[in-house]
Structure formats: structure tokens, C-alpha cells
């Protein structure tokens, strides 16, 4: 079996990759302050301030591919502590790209999709980027860092969607228990974005993995929609009530960080070369369902705990 490193393992984009790949791959999340406790995966703490350090864990463990998804994702958060943001979302991406190329090791480096200005829609992997905020300035600039470290590493631009653990709540997580809980919520009908479901973003990663893809691509869904939008088709499936979802506008949240009205990509890049297309809400919302009654979030809920 493949052997796969997770950096940010006790993410929920990590837990559901690992949760996606277990069968198929041998699985090690990268973690610092918190263990995971999850079947057919193991825990590790990862140093990763060091690409010295970083490459001689490596070639200890000698992972056939590492998943960079551990940073700062807050953009509030970004805002307030921007030192601190640049160092979690760019000064370690490109440590860790660094110690990645020399072990030779093939490197998928998790982007997002907040690097545009938001005034068109679907936007391409040749558009100049456009940040509006410290969290969208310091993932480019790890972009920017992880190519010139490792020319070869894939990059993937993103926003997806997943469940979330005890200690992290994901955007459909709050969604279903607001409503399971009969608390209304307000969902902006005016910012769009092209959710993707994690699982599914981690088998198109590493299906350009496997044709040796290397650059920038798009890994998002097939359809753009409105935050207001997917919480009624999530309400929809999940048999919820659709009134509790209230329609807002983000110029009335009054967040501190000012962020981009459109966020979807354009996914051609890929469907062109992997010749198939990734898939639209309702599907990903179906497969969410399904975990869900495979017992997905249960495990989830007490897999992360302190170190």
C-alpha cells in the first residue's frame, strides 16, 4: 500500500481524506498539538519549523505522497494575527516543500479559492490573482513559495465541505445541527462558490497524482452556488426545515476581514484532462448523507484529543 502523510491531521479535511484513502493507502497525520485516534490510521507528531527536521522525519517515514493541509483558515483570525498567519499558511508550506523535494517525495499542497477579488464568476488557473484579505495574501504567497521549492508540486485551489470532529464544527456541520436544533440561520444570497465534497477532492488529488499532474489545477464542483442556495439543498436532503434558513447579504455580517462576493472556480483544467467531470451538490450532499449513516461523524467525535 501507498504510504500517505497528512500534514494538519487533525483537520476535518484531513480526517475525511484519511477516512476516504485508508483502504487504499497506508495513512500518517502530521499533527502538533492535538492525537488522532482513528481505525486504519496512525498519529504522529510532525515538526514541521524545520525543513531540516522535517526531511529527516521523512526519510524516516518515507511517505510516497504528502498532503499539505495543515494552516491558519480563519480569515478573522488571519486578519487580527497577520504574523501569525503568514507563518502557518506560507513560512511551513514551504518547509514542508522543501523537504518534499528532497526526498523526492510527491507533494499536493492545498490552496484555496479566496485569492480573487470576487467581481466575475468562475475564475480560471490563468487569472492574476487578486487578495482582499491576510488569509488570501498568505496562502498566494505559499503558492508562490511552493513552486519556486518544488516546481513539481500540485496545487490545488478549493473550497470544500465535510464533517467536522468535537473540536471543529465544518460549514455543513453548523448548517445541519442549527436546523436539527430548530435555530433559524441567516446564509448570504449574494457570495457564491463551487463547494466541493472533501472525499471527492481527495480522489480527484490524487487521480492527478497518478498521471503525474503536477502546477496549479481547480479542484472544485461543477456547479456555482449561493451560500443561501446550498443551505436549502443541505435542509432538502438532510429532511430539515428549509424555513429556518433566512436570506442575508454579507455587507450587512459586519466581519472584520473583507472578503470576495464570488468564489468560483472553473474546474475545465481538470475535467478536461481526467476526461470526467467531479460531480454537483445534490450528488455530494447524497454521498454526506450516506457517511452520515455510516457512522462517518460518531467517529469522528471523539477521534481528536490532546497530545
Known sequence: MKRLLITGGSGLLALNWACCMREDCEIHLGTHLHRVNLAGTRSMRLDMDSSEALAAQLARLQPGIIVHTAGMTSVD???QQPDAALYANAVLARQVALAARVQSIRLIHI???HLFSGDR???????VPEPLNVYARTK??????VQQANPDALIVRTNFFGWGHARRQSFSDWIIASLRSGQSVTMFDDVYFTPILADTLAKAAH?????????IFNVVGDERISKYEFGR???RRFGLDETLIRRGKIAGAQLSASRPHDMSLDNRKIKTLLNAGLGDVDGFLDELYRQERLG???EFKTA???Q
Open 304 to 306: 481528536v484529543v490532546e
Open 233 to 235: 439543498r443541505v435542509a
Open 296 to 298: 462517518r461523524p460518531g
Open 111 to 113: 490552496s484555496t479559492d
Open 121 to 127: 464568476p468562475l475564475v480560471s488557473e490563468e487569472a
Open 207 to 215: 487521480a492527478l497524482v497518478a498521471v503525474n499532474a503536477g502546477g
Open 140 to 145: 498566494l504567497q505559499a503558492e508562490q513559495w
Open 77 to 79: 483570525r488571519c486578519e
